[in-house]
């Protein structure tokens, strides 16, 4: 009942800005946390940063400072701004949507790919 598409992937220089967007569609009411998660080439899927409706945020110790996350309940909308970015940055980064009912699986995205030249 629920989808989830991003935008605003691409390829950025070293010490360049990127800003990720999700749009929720559907039953979207069912949404508690939000977040996103990265993947590069053979590494595993890693949580970016994460965001609650009333706010309260969780970042990677390798993103803080560098990233913000945002949501606009009314829109359905999460975000993720993206400053200095690092090579070691690269991958595709997927948005995630928990269910107030957390015995049923979590909602993703198809991903966007982000890629940091050095």
């Known amino acids: 009942q629920v989808q989830l598409v991003e935008s605003g992937g691409g390829l950025v220089q070293t010490g360049g800005s990127l800003r990720l967007s999700c749009a929720a569609s559907?039953?979207?009411?069912?949404?508690?946390?939000m977040g996103w998660y990265r993947q590069a080439p053979g590494k595993e899927r890693e949580l970016v940063a994460s965001i609650t409706r009333g706010g309260s945020t969780n970042y990677a110790d390798s993103v803080k400072g560098r990233f913000t996350i945002s949501r606009d309940n009314a829109k359905d909308m999460v975000y993720l701004q993206m400053n200095s970015l690092k090579p070691e940055d690269t991958a595709v980064y997927y948005c995630n949507a928990k269910r107030y009912l957390t015995v049923l699986p979590d909602y993703w995205g198809q991903g966007t790919q982000v890629t940091v030249s050095s």
């Open positions: 559907g039953s979207s009411g069912s949404i508690n946390a």
